[in-house]
């Protein structure tokens, strides 16, 4: 199975209202080179439902892979790409008994020590963060810094993501310090040109990881 996408981008209706959510991935997803986590925690299986067949049909015909936070259950009915576990969810391997060879399965973690013990159980990829300073990742406690990042890549065989303030300029950092790639969240959804944000990361991460 080839490596995932360079860039993950994460979905919060709640920065922007759900219309400009879309709106902004309709804009994103041909740029292509990027996945999606679909992070609507709010909302019932119902409206999720109907949010992710939304972003699949903006999704599917330019082959962007779409995961669902947290929901094996939607992973199936909808056919996406694969799941997005919370760091206190269930385990990576329970997700794989569940879904099966198919699908991928990240992992959020603050610790190399978690990222190691996701790898262990069976995920795909893991999301380490927060890096940097950022509001929304302030519940998840201080920026960890760029050595947690050197950390976990020493210790783990699978891509480790950086997440959590991060820039353009910052994706050098965290790619130099052996990031597989950088997962965005407001730098994205409330840049005034989000396609031009996308091709500013686009560039930044083709210097580490040529597609």
Same mark, same amino acid.
């Given at each position: 199975?080839?490596?995932?996408?360079?860039?993950?981008?994460?979905?919060?209706?709640?920065?922007?209202?759900?219309?400009?959510?879309?709106?902004?991935?309709?804009?994103?997803?041909?740029?292509?080179?990027?996945?999606?986590?679909?992070?609507? !925690?709010?909302?019932?299986?119902?409206?999720?439902?109907?949010? @992710?067949?939304?972003?699949?049909?903006? $999704?599917?015909?330019?082959?962007?892979?779409?995961?669902?936070?947290?929901?094996?259950?939607?992973?199936?009915?909808?056919? $996406?790409?694969?799941?997005?576990?919370?760091?206190?969810?269930?385990? &990576?391997?329970?997700?794989?008994?569940? #879904?099966?060879?198919?699908?991928?399965?990240? !992992?959020?973690?603050?610790?190399?020590?978690?990222?190691?013990?996701?790898?262990?159980?069976?995920?795909?990829?893991?999301?380490?963060?927060?890096?940097?300073?950022?509001?929304?990742?302030?519940?998840?406690?201080?920026? #960890?810094?760029?050595? @947690?990042?050197?950390? &976990?890549?020493?210790?783990?065989?699978?891509?480790?993501?950086?997440?959590?303030?991060?820039?353009?300029?910052? @994706?050098?950092?965290?790619?130099?310090?052996?990031?597989?790639?950088? $997962?965005?969240?407001?730098?994205?959804?409330? &840049? &005034?040109?989000?396609?031009?944000?996308?091709?500013?990361?686009? $560039?930044?991460?083709? !210097?580490?990881?040529?597609?």
């Amino acid at each position: 199975m080839s490596p995932p996408p360079p860039l993950y981008v994460v979905t919060d209706r709640l920065l922007t209202g759900e219309d400009r959510c879309l709106r902004v991935l309709e804009d994103i997803i041909p740029e292509r080179g990027m996945m999606i986590q679909i992070r609507e !925690k709010d909302l019932s299986a119902r409206e999720l439902l109907r949010f @992710v067949d939304a972003v699949h049909q903006l $999704a599917r015909p330019f082959r962007v892979p779409c995961f669902i936070n947290d929901r094996v259950d939607l992973v199936l009915a909808t056919k $996406a790409a694969g799941v997005h576990l919370r760091a206190d969810s269930m385990p &990576a391997k329970e997700a794989r008994k569940v #879904l099966g060879n198919g699908y991928l399965i990240g !992992k959020s973690v603050h610790a190399a020590e978690e990222a190691l013990q996701s790898e262990q159980d069976g995920a795909d990829f893991v999301v380490l963060g927060p890096v940097y300073e950022t509001p929304s990742k302030q519940p998840y406690g201080p920026p #960890l810094g760029l050595d @947690v990042i050197r950390e &976990a890549v020493r210790l783990c065989t699978i891509p480790v993501y950086a997440i959590g303030g991060l820039t353009p300029v910052r @994706v050098e950092h965290v790619m130099a310090a052996g990031a597989a790639g950088a $997962a965005v969240i407001s730098s994205i959804f409330q &840049a &005034a040109s989000p396609r031009e944000a996308v091709t500013r990361y686009a $560039a930044q991460l083709h !210097k580490w990881r040529p597609q």
